[in-house]
């Protein structure tokens, strides 16, 4: 795929043939390198996980007893000769681009991205390089985001109408990446925050390992209608229309993903409200990265392979689009 | 939903925080009450296009959309390509042109009404000059404002405000009676013509002799078991597949309107040699259908009559029609619509008993039966007659505005079925935006060819489409643009309301109605049905 072969794309995902190394492997292999923590990128079954520290501990605590050793940003491991390296991606807490260099060729695995400083992921950080392998999930010119601040003065507004009419309202957001940022973004006047089970975990989690989170009380039976209306509750995506949220009613779902930029995704999701709010780069962010990157060859996968890739080489770049086992999968 | 406008909104903005609300919820209640908001809160001119743009009175066209896209991809500053694949994504193109426009330069606040006057001035414009209007406009509108600009200029809102949604809430904010309302809202009128006032406030308007009565409808039943009551209670009749008409003799004149309140009168001139036979101050409604040398002919040939601008006395004679009556809405000047049914269909067979059959009007047959399951034999008999399946009528219903259940039953005739092989698969539209979900199919013909045959979109469920797409993405032998030519291997159950010859298909075939019933998982290609399957459902159709 690469120059000189420093990394193919085979079945089992990106593979380096030099350090027999794979890079977020779809299916169980001797040695992988993850990018981040979500379950299409760390799959369970491999012999041996590389991953940053800050995400370990979720990666653990998902993956269970696994062998895990873990690089600090900005340090090499060479292996075989071949150079690895984890650079900050932005998309959520530990994630990581991921940099292969040997004999002076460089390939950066982008893994997924945000060039936004969320205030609580590492911020992300370009990387020069040959090759760049980027994803493409927002990859098309009508994906452009807006402040984190504006969607979460426009949350405060949301929940206060919603109090007003003595509506609970929900925020739905996965657990692992959107409800730190939900959790830690929400201006304080929002009240208390009530979290789901699964959620509370990923939270409690990070907490051991040192990471500093606002106060949270998961839900519980205990709770009065009047305690829950004076703050709100995030949820993951699962949990919307199932009988856990039957007891809240009256509620407003409130969906917080970059697909809510898109109306006809807001009424797939049954949204009574919308949040645009991604950890994905937007597409001045992708273009963005890939400039700065200064690599040649470019790969997009994840997403909008082709129109990014058409758009990449009508500006001049040698772009190719990469497919995955799991395009069309992601819905948040 | 005492919603943001407690703030201080502006302009437009009102009409589109009632737009988003709308959008926004699904309960009747919150629907009724963010129209009353909005009605409290704008001049008339900005009520009356709201009820015109809801009830599909919007402002003319000015602007071709092919202009519009390439001034959008021209302003954004991206090439036509990038902006067709990504209005193919986003599946609206008002919503397109709305999120790839720069940002804001300077906001500006101008009413509903301004800005369509703004629209209609572009009428008279050279392009260039509307160009520079269009970019004034986008310039001026931030992001969901713009949504709505372009919406008024492609006139395509379908947001869920029906007649009778329209009429509650006007008439909790007039005062008036709802079916006052209702009736005021029929028929030809144009927020230019009227004013608030005139259509809505006054008790009569001059236009109010053509107006039409609401359409009363019916919900389908799948069962027969589903009826309430004695079989004494219900009247059983065919349900024609043609076109619903309100046919109006008033004051020496004749109108006849389409269910989408669509003035047709001219499209069926035949039917003007009424106004002599039918007493003045009546209305009929029935289904106006293809008929020739006493057979219904297939709902195609009606189509010619609707589409041609001009109807030539070649196409009365090779397409011509009867208007089939199974009920009387006004009889000797008088609404008898809260009448019961089978009064209004006595008073309807009367009327009947000094029409001569020579004419193209005819009754609607009442099909006798004593018990509930003869319906279902003369269900199954029912497209021997022309019919698609039976309509059950409460006796004792009124002729209310739009649905009611228990009042109006269809019960149609199960749908044709032929299992088909997935040939090409296409990204969709809107909501199914990042899924391959609009498909084509094609059976074999005697000649081992695949020939395409049908495409269809819907059916399956989210996940199905998800795995399909997984099998699609590794089964691709093609592609072309965003369609995808797959490995001929999945078999899916398509169903269908019809089938017709057609010149423009290769297999020489077209169907009504076609959709996606099941995945067909435990077929191969060659358990699916062929050409040849197909061709003789067409003979047996005919």
């Known amino acids: ?332 | 939903m005492p919603i943001l406008w407690k703030q201080i909104l502006k302009g437009m903005r009102y009409f589109e925080t009632l737009f988003l609300c709308l959008e926004e919820t699904t309960k009747t209640n919150e629907k009724v009450s963010a129209l009353i908001d909005y009605l409290s809160s704008v001049p008339d001119e900005d009520k009356m296009w709201m009820i015109g743009i809801f009830s599909g009175r919007r402002p003319k066209r000015t602007v071709s959309t092919k202009n519009l896209r390439r001034w959008a991809a021209e302003k954004a500053d991206i090439p036509l390509w990038l902006f067709e694949d990504s209005y193919h994504i986003v599946g609206d193109l008002s919503e397109t042109i709305a999120l790839l426009l720069p940002p804001t330069a300077i906001e500006v606040q101008k009413s509903l009404n301004e800005w369509i006057q703004l629209i209609l001035s572009l009428d008279k414009m050279e392009e260039d000059e509307q160009r520079e209007m269009v970019f004034y406009a986008w310039d001026s509108l931030n992001t969901s404002s713009r949504f709505i600009f372009n919406k008024l200029i492609t006139g395509g809102f379908r947001v869920g405000v029906s007649q009778k949604l329209m009429a509650k809430a006007l008439a909790e904010f007039t005062h008036i009676d709802p079916s006052d309302i209702a009736l005021k809202l029929m028929g030809e009128w144009s927020p230019l013509t009227y004013s608030f006032q005139s259509l809505i406030e006054n008790e009569e308007n001059e236009g109010s002799h053509s107006r039409p009565y609401p359409f009363h409808l019916a919900y389908s039943i799948n069962e027969v078991t589903d009826l309430k009551g004695e079989p004494a209670d219900w009247v059983a009749e065919y349900k024609w597949d043609g076109i619903r008409g309100q046919a109006i003799f008033r004051h020496g004149q004749y109108f006849l309107w389409s269910r989408g309140e669509e003035l047709i009168t001219d499209k069926f001139p035949e039917f003007e040699h009424l106004i002599s036979v039918i007493p003045p101050g009546t209305v009929l409604d029935g289904e106006i259908l293809p008929f020739k040398d006493g057979l219904i002919l297939p709902f195609q040939h009606i189509q010619t009559r609707v589409t041609r601008k001009k109807i030539t006395p070649a196409i009365l004679k090779v397409n011509p029609v009867v208007f089939r009556v199974y009920d009387l809405l006004e009889w000797e000047g008088k609404d008898i619509r809260s009448k019961p049914f089978i009064e209004r269909r006595t008073l309807l067979d009367q009327l009947f008993t000094s029409i001569d059959s020579s004419l193209p009007l005819q009754l609607s047959p009442v099909l006798p039966f004593d018990e509930f399951d003869e319906l279902k034999i003369l269900r199954e008999a029912s497209s021997e007659n022309g019919s698609e399946g039976l309509m059950l009528k409460n006796k004792h219903s009124t002729y209310s505005a739009g649905r009611k259940k228990g009042e109006w039953w269809k019960w149609k005739i199960d749908p044709f079925t032929v299992d088909a092989i997935l040939i090409y698969a296409q990204s969709g539209h809107g909501r199914r935006a990042n899924l391959y979900t609009d498909f084509t199919f094609a059976v074999y013909s005697p000649e081992g060819d695949l020939l395409p045959f049908t495409k269809a979109y819907s059916g399956l469920t989210d996940k199905e489409f998800i795995e399909i797409n997984k099998w699609i993405k590794k089964n691709t032998l093609e592609r072309f643009g965003p369609v995808r030519k797959v490995t001929a291997e999945l078999v899916f159950e398509i169903a269908f309301e019809g089938i017709q010859e057609s010149k423009r298909h290769k297999s020489g075939i077209a169907l009504r109605f076609p959709r996606m019933v099941r995945w067909r998982k435990d077929k191969v290609v060659a358990e699916a049905n062929t050409l040849e399957d197909l061709q003789l459902l067409l003979k047996k159709s005919r």
């Open chain 1, 1 to 332: 795929m690469t120059n000189k072969g420093l990394l193919v794309h085979t079945a089992l995902g990106l593979y380096c043939p030099k350090a027999d190394v794979y890079l977020d492997p779809w299916k169980p292999v001797k040695k992988a390198i993850l990018s981040h923590g979500h379950a299409d990128h760390a799959r369970w079954g491999s012999s041996s996980y590389l991953c940053t520290p800050t995400a370990a501990p979720v990666i653990k605590y998902r993956l269970g007893e696994i062998n895990l050793e873990t690089l600090p940003f900005g340090e090499e491991k060479l292996i075989n000769g071949v150079s690895f390296s984890f650079h900050p991606a932005g998309h959520i807490l530990g994630s990581a681009q991921i940099k292969v260099s040997y004999k002076g060729e460089i390939v950066v695995f982008s893994g997924d991205y945000k060039t936004a400083n969320d205030g609580f992921s590492e911020a992300f950080e370009p990387v020069k390089c040959h090759t760049f392998i980027t994803e493409s999930t927002f990859g098309l010119p009508v994906y452009h985001w807006q402040d984190q601040k504006w969607v979460f003065n426009e949350m405060e507004e949301w929940f206060k109408n919603n109090r007003n009419n003595g509506q609970l309202s929900i925020l739905y957001g996965y657990s692992l990446g959107k409800a730190q940022r939900i959790l830690q973004g929400l201006p304080e006047s929002v009240g208390p925050i009530f979290t789901h089970s699964t959620i509370e975990a990923v939270l409690n989690v990070m907490r051991n390992q040192g990471v500093s989170l606002k106060n949270t009380m998961p839900v519980n039976e205990h709770l009065t209608r009047a305690e829950l209306l004076s703050g709100v509750i995030i949820a993951p995506p699962a949990v919307q229309n199932s009988n856990w949220l039957k007891k809240f009613e009256p509620i407003r779902n409130g969906v917080v993903s970059g697909w809510m930029a898109l109306r006809g995704a807001r009424r797939r999701r049954n949204a009574d409200k919308g949040f645009v709010l991604s950890d994905h780069a937007d597409w001045e962010g992708l273009n963005e990265a890939i400039s700065l990157t200064g690599a040649e060859n470019v790969f997009v996968t994840h997403g909008y392979t082709d129109i990014l890739s058409k758009w990449l080489i009508d500006k001049g770049l040698n772009a190719h689009p990469l497919e995955t086992n799991f395009e069309g999968d992601e819905v948040l």
